[in-house]
């Protein structure tokens, strides 16, 4: 049980366009998720924290307008990249939890997207 | 200073050996303290967590946390090929609303050489 998928699991894409990112809780409702994105040989950077039916909120230096988050079901969330650029180029990561009162133990991670962008 | 410190290695080691992870802090308010393992090109999994300060054994693994230093540790017996991997050690405490956020180490890559 608790499985996180994430799709794609590899885009590659030109300079200026936008990509989506999805985030499924397969076999449970997930009423948070947060998104992250990992540089090579960096810590994990929390970019999000969205609650299904209201807005994301981000952290300090996360361009919302940039990456736009939407949690419209307790089973999906997407990532937009929007205009994309080559510094936006990472590993994209999502979380789900199953009540965000919950411990961090209730914090399920998907598989993770490489975006590279050219 | 950063908020949590982890040597990024790499660490190499033969099999059957015994290792040692090591995170430090400097956020008091932690109160959660976690051990994830990362494969190549994967998410993070869960291995131990820990609420405050001491031990907790989980087969091959045990973790320890000492609030008075803000220092925790994972130690891997009987260390196998299998277990090479990046460790990341994470931190959390309730942080507004009820949303707990993990702060991570940048994780040590660890080799278990046959």
């Known amino acids: 049980g608790a499985v996180v998928s994430q799709h794609p699991s590899r885009v590659i894409c030109k300079s200026g366009t936008s990509v989506k990112i999805e985030c499924r809780s397969l076999d449970f409702q997930a009423t948070t998720m947060f998104w992250y994105r990992q540089f090579p040989k960096k810590s994990l950077m929390l970019m999000a924290t969205s609650n299904e039916g209201s807005k994301a909120t981000y952290e300090q230096g996360v361009e919302k307008d940039k990456f736009l988050i939407n949690h419209a079901s307790l089973t999906l969330s997407t990532l937009t990249v929007t205009s994309a650029h080559p510094e936006d180029s990472s590993f994209y990561i999502c979380?789900?939890?199953?009540?965000?009162?919950?411990?961090?133990?209730?914090?399920?991670f998907g598989p993770g997207t490489r975006l590279t962008v050219l | 200073q950063k908020e949590v410190e982890q040597d990024p290695g790499p660490l190499s080691v033969p099999e059957g050996a015994i290792v040692s992870l090591n995170c430090t802090y400097s956020n008091s308010a932690f109160q959660y303290f976690m051990w994830y393992r990362q494969y190549s090109r994967k998410g993070p999994e869960l291995l131990m967590y820990?609420?405050?300060?001491g031990n907790k054994e989980d087969g091959r693994f045990t973790a320890q946390v000492d609030k008075s230093s803000k220092y925790i540790s994972l130690f891997i017996r009987d260390s196998q090929p299998s277990d090479s991997a990046t460790y990341l050690c994470?931190?959390?405490?309730?942080?507004?609303?009820?949303?707990?956020?993990?702060?991570f180490g940048k994780g040590t890559l660890l080799t278990v050489n046959p």
């Open positions: 820990t609420y405050s300060s």
């Open positions: 994470a931190m959390s405490g309730l942080s507004g609303g009820s949303n707990y956020k993990l702060t």
């Open positions: 979380s789900a939890s199953t009540s965000g009162g919950g411990g961090p133990n209730e914090q399920f």
